[in-house]
């Protein structure tokens, strides 16, 4: 089964729209260093043990990827602590890393780390046929809609208008 080293915008932006439990309907799973997880993921109350209970795996990192932490940390200063102790576990495992922060997105693509965003995820979810195009749909418009998970509204809405255009040539 493969492993996937994520952050914690990911779940907070599947949490906003009430659909925690799409990603853990993917065929992998999920793993976060343990201390992020109790220091990011303490609002809102539940969330933790909700995502603890569906799957999500705490991870303790290796010495290895401790030292690959700092020197991440010092290359990319937009960089939290905790995002970069999640790109150097996708680093140094050679999974892939899924985030909602640009800076480690962007961190990830220089590192040459596989990524994907919320986005990504919602559309692999789709592409796997795990929900249908209704979900899909309702998905993107709620993240739309709650515009405080700073989600690119122009991918959404492409995604949207690419499902309706698609659905009419039914």
Not at 52 to 62: F, K, W
Request: net charge negative.
């Amino acid at each position: 089964m493969e492993y996937i080293s994520s952050d914690a915008n990911i779940w907070f932006d599947f949490d906003a729209i009430s659909s925690l439990d799409l990603p853990f309907l993917l065929p992998c799973k999920f793993i976060m260093y343990r201390e992020a997880l109790r220091e990011e993921i303490v609002y809102p109350t539940g969330l933790l043990s909700e995502l603890l209970n569906r799957g999500l795996i705490a991870v303790e990192i290796t010495t290895e990827e401790f030292y690959l932490a700092e020197a991440l940390r010092i290359r990319y200063r937009r960089v939290s602590v905790y995002d970069a102790i999640a790109l150097s576990i996708a680093k140094n495992r050679g999974i892939l890393l899924i985030t909602g922060d640009n800076a480690l997105r962007q961190a990830a693509i220089k590192e040459c780390v596989d990524v994907k965003g919320t986005i990504g995820l919602l559309d692999s979810i789709y592409e796997q046929h795990l929900i249908d195009r209704k979900r899909y749909v309702a998905c993107l418009e709620q993240f739309i809609k709650h515009n405080e998970r700073r989600l690119p509204v122009d991918e959404l809405e492409k995604r949207i208008r690419k499902e309706g255009d698609e659905h009419e040539n039914d």
